[in-house]
């Protein structure tokens, strides 16, 4: 008897055949045609995309080869003007989120408290910084602080949705260890809880500070202050030379801010900090204590 003959029959079935994938060419074919007929009823002169390579350097050139450098100073100042309102505005951020975002995590509380506090961060990201600075302005007026508001009240809801979910994804050893030395409920968010998830949280912050200052260049639309309102003004009135001063110093400014952020954040999450070090322990000594009373 042959190999082939000692095959079952079960064994000896043909290989099924492969799925049909006409629903995945169909979506295709859809996607095809929304994006076809998109770009079909854009008023776009497409003539003129032939000139843009000759009409971007001539105005790369008006901004940068011939900068009005009497206008530094301003300049300057209004960016200055722009990270405080942004700093602010991150502060108060983070001062509200916090205590949100804890009882926005299903983890600590019942569904009937977590829920509506989810609720309020989508809302609250829903609506942008420049129509809550319009909102503003019947009470501040056309201040740096409107703008400042604006920013803090919409980066509540960014920081406090990604601070509830930090806090929903940390681990159950150190609360079950808080727990079961007869720590109090807020002693167990204190060392169980915030202990694991400060490093992320404080790093959320500082991205956000980062966001926020470009946000506040973007709130000068409306006369808030700041290197926005400089920008808008000098636009309006097509001062190339001044304008080049002023990309160049938010340009500046913006990788200055980004380096420093990032090796402040680079401390925070690999926990060298001083302070950060002594949470870590008394986390450690609380765990101690739970297993020497087990």
């Given at each position: 008897?042959?190999?082939?003959?000692?095959?079952?029959?079960?064994?000896?079935?043909?290989?099924?055949?492969?799925?049909?994938?006409?629903?995945?060419?169909?979506?295709?074919?859809?996607?095809?045609?929304?994006?076809?007929?998109?770009?079909?009823?854009?008023?776009?002169?497409?003539?003129?995309?032939?000139?843009?390579?000759?009409?971007?350097?001539?105005?790369?050139?008006?901004?940068?080869?011939?900068?009005?450098?009497?206008?530094?100073?301003?300049?300057?100042?209004?960016?200055?003007?722009?990270?405080?309102?942004?700093?602010?505005?991150?502060?108060?951020?983070?001062?509200?989120?916090?205590?949100?975002?804890f009882l926005a995590a299903a983890?600590?509380?019942?569904?009937?408290?977590?829920?509506?506090?989810?609720?309020?961060?989508?809302?609250?990201?829903?609506?942008?910084?420049?129509?809550?600075?319009?909102?503003?302005?019947?009470?501040?007026?056309?201040?740096?602080f409107t703008g400042a508001l604006?920013?803090?009240?919409?980066?509540?809801?960014?920081?406090?949705?990604?601070?509830?979910?930090?806090?929903?994804?940390?681990?159950?050893?150190?609360?079950?260890?808080?727990?079961?030395?007869?720590?109090?409920?807020?002693?167990?968010?204190?060392?169980?809880?915030?202990?694991?998830?400060?490093?992320?949280?404080?790093?959320?912050?500082?991205?956000?500070?980062?966001?926020?200052?470009?946000?506040?260049?973007?709130?000068?639309?409306?006369?808030?202050?700041?290197?926005?309102?400089?920008?808008?003004?000098?636009?309006?009135?097509?001062?190339?030379?001044?304008?080049?001063?002023?990309?160049?110093?938010?340009?500046?400014?913006?990788?200055?801010?980004d380096l420093a952020s990032g090796?402040?954040?680079?401390?925070?999450?690999?926990?060298?900090?001083?302070?950060?070090?002594?949470?870590?322990?008394?986390?450690?000594?609380?765990?101690?204590?739970?297993?020497?009373?087990?």
């Amino acid at each position: 008897m042959t190999a082939t003959e000692t095959i079952s029959p079960a064994t000896s079935q043909q290989r099924p055949s492969a799925p049909s994938r006409w629903m995945r060419r169909a979506l295709w074919l859809i996607v095809t045609i929304v994006v076809v007929a998109a770009f079909w009823h854009l008023d776009i002169a497409w003539e003129r995309l032939a000139k843009l390579p000759s009409e971007g350097a001539e105005y790369f050139a008006k901004l940068f080869f011939s900068p009005d450098w009497s206008q530094f100073g301003k300049a300057v100042a209004a960016t200055v003007s722009s990270v405080q309102m942004a700093w602010i505005g991150t502060v108060i951020a983070a001062i509200l989120s916090l205590p949100l975002s804890f009882l926005a995590a299903a983890n600590i509380t019942p569904r009937a408290v977590w829920f509506p506090m989810r609720l309020l961060f989508d809302i609250i990201r829903a609506v942008p910084e420049l129509i809550l600075a319009i909102a503003i302005l019947a009470v501040t007026g056309l201040t740096p602080f409107t703008g400042a508001l604006a920013i803090g009240i919409h980066s509540i809801g960014t920081l406090g949705k990604l601070s509830f979910e930090a806090i929903e994804s940390v681990e159950t050893g150190p609360i079950e260890a808080a727990r079961a030395s007869g720590a109090s409920r807020s002693q167990i968010i204190r060392w169980g809880i915030w202990t694991q998830v400060q490093p992320e949280i404080l790093s959320v912050w500082l991205y956000r500070f980062e966001v926020n200052v470009r946000a506040g260049a973007v709130l000068g639309l409306i006369g808030a202050g700041g290197i926005g309102q400089m920008l808008i003004e000098n636009i309006r009135y097509r001062r190339w030379e001044v304008i080049g001063v002023l990309l160049i110093v938010v340009v500046v400014a913006t990788i200055l801010i980004d380096l420093a952020s990032g090796t402040v954040r680079g401390k925070i999450i690999s926990g060298q900090w001083p302070w950060q070090r002594g949470g870590a322990g008394a986390a450690a000594t609380v765990e101690m204590q739970a297993a020497a009373a087990g």
